[in-house]
């Protein structure tokens, strides 16, 4: 694994710290969202809570999206542009408005199948990526020393 540039270390928070603001929010943002989240989907549904939480959920998931437009590491077409991930974050944005109005509209099969879709798309697959060889998330983790 060492070949791999793998090495077993304790997690390098100085990489994050020493990053751009716009990831340090990035990464900020999509953690909380990802923490409430999981809270959101495991607890009741429908009650006070739920909807205060679930406020938060989105105020943080749409910090996130609009913060990666200011990330552009992955851009394989040189510094400063975009890539096929913010294609991800643009739906993200239209999306999530759409799911609080079927919420409000008691379109309640609506919210969930969009809410679902955008923490398993949004938060679970593009935050694995993100723990590939060369992004800053596996140097923090697995990077060598």
Partial sequence: LARMGFARHAP????????????????AAAVTALAIGV???MGG??????????????????TTAISSFFVHQLNPNGPGGLSLIHLLSGWT????????????????????????????GGLIVAGA??????????????GPN
């Avoid at 944005?93 to 679902?116: E, G």
């Fill in 45 to 62: 549904k429908g009650n006070r809570l739920h909807r205060t939480m679930g406020w938060a959920w989105v105020v943080a998931m749409g």
């Fill in 129 to 142: 990526f993100t723990f590939l060889p060369g992004r800053l998330m596996w140097a923090i983790f697995f």
């Fill in 93 to 120: 944005v239209v999306a999530l408005p759409m799911a609080v109005y079927a919420a409000r509209r008691h379109r309640v099969a609506v919210h969930r199948r969009a809410m679902t879709g955008m923490f398993v």
């Fill in 12 to 27: 390098r928070w100085g990489l994050l710290l020493a990053s751009p603001t716009a990831i340090q929010i990035h990464v």
């Fill in 39 to 41: 809270a959101l989907l």
